[in-house]
């Protein structure tokens, strides 16, 4: 089977998360980036990484790597690179996206041009036409510059896996479902202790713990760029990979996870996207304020999302919410507490140094992932595990 060298985004902060999953998948990873994992893998493996990663943004398929410091140096080395044996005659193919970080080349409209140009030039010599009807599947491509390292890659994902396709209703300030999902895995969450979410909004958090209890795989109820990509990979390969996805489900694992929110119908549509998501039976959703959050379990997760107050007003009140959240955290006997958010004064305001804090860049916004740890659950006699 042929092997290609296989690049996947995620957020920044989170490299260590997709690292593991990659590894559980059973590849192996030759590059690790700020923001990214490259990995080797055959065909199988970009249906299954598409499939199976909770935490990468896409799966893109590197046609090359090179050093570029001039545009003329761009554009022979893409011209260079072997595009007839990823792109067909009929294929449709563009730059969707060009970045630069620290490079001489910084036009991302320019790099896109010209890049465009080299992969035409290329394929008009190889397949000895003059025009290109562009009729047949489409090959997005992205190009990114890091001091001057130039990365080529085509994008298997398409729509970024983000988009697990149970999320059609969302809150104000959603966090999106591959940043819940590395953070839950960042956490000692288990399936078997409770995980209440007492701002879940539409229901992100409690939904994603609730498909890493139940094995579902996150790419399961969705599309691929790459399926259409028949020259590369036989349609069977993805059937393969559903197929293994669908054995491991377990929609009849014991859990105890519940969301909560003020607001009644973002409540509704957190059960809607749950439903969507096929794990509406192994969550509990109710209207309820945070300062009425009490349990008594004990050696539970809190995991949230709270507002950051990202608006002046909203900013006036975030003292006394984030006095509340400390106060029923203080409640709750033996828990843990994670919670994302940019607000700088949380620990003032919980009343309690953070055990751990993690910086994290949501989207463009600089927040932290504070950590607050409970004592460990007493180990269970070897007859009851």
Known sequence: MRKFELVVPCHFGLEAVLKREIYDLGYEISKVEDGRITFVGDEEAICRANIFLRTAERVLLQVGRFKATTFDELFEAIKALPWEDYIPADGKFWVTKASSIKSKL?????????????????????????????????????????????????????????????????????????????????????????????????????????????????????SFTAEAWTNLIAKKTWYECVKEAQEMIDTDVKTDIQGYDIDGEIVKAARENAKRAGVDHLIHFQQREVADLHHPKKYGFVISNPPYGERLEEKEALPALYTQIGQAYQGLDSWSMFLITSYEDTEKYIGRKADKNRKIYNGMLKTYFYQFLGPKPPRRPKAEQ
Request: hydrophobic fraction near 40%.
């Open 106 to 222: 910084f036009s991302p409209s320019d790099i896109q041009s010209i890049s465009k140009k080299a992969i035409v030039e290329r394929l008009k010599r190889e397949y000895h036409v003059d025009w290109f009807e562009e009729t047949g599947a489409s090959y997005p491509i992205r190009i990114f510059l890091n001091k001057d390292e130039v990365t080529v890659a085509l994008d298997t994902s398409g729509e970024s896996l983000h988009k697990r396709g149970y999320r059609t209703l969302t809150s104000k300030a959603p966090i999106t479902e591959t940043l819940a999902a590395a953070l839950i895995m960042l956490t000692p969450w288990r399936p078997d202790r409770i995980l209440v979410d007492p701002f879940c909004g539409s229901g992100t958090f409690p939904i994603e713990a609730a498909m890493i209890a139940a094995n579902i795989a996150p790419g399961m109820n969705r």
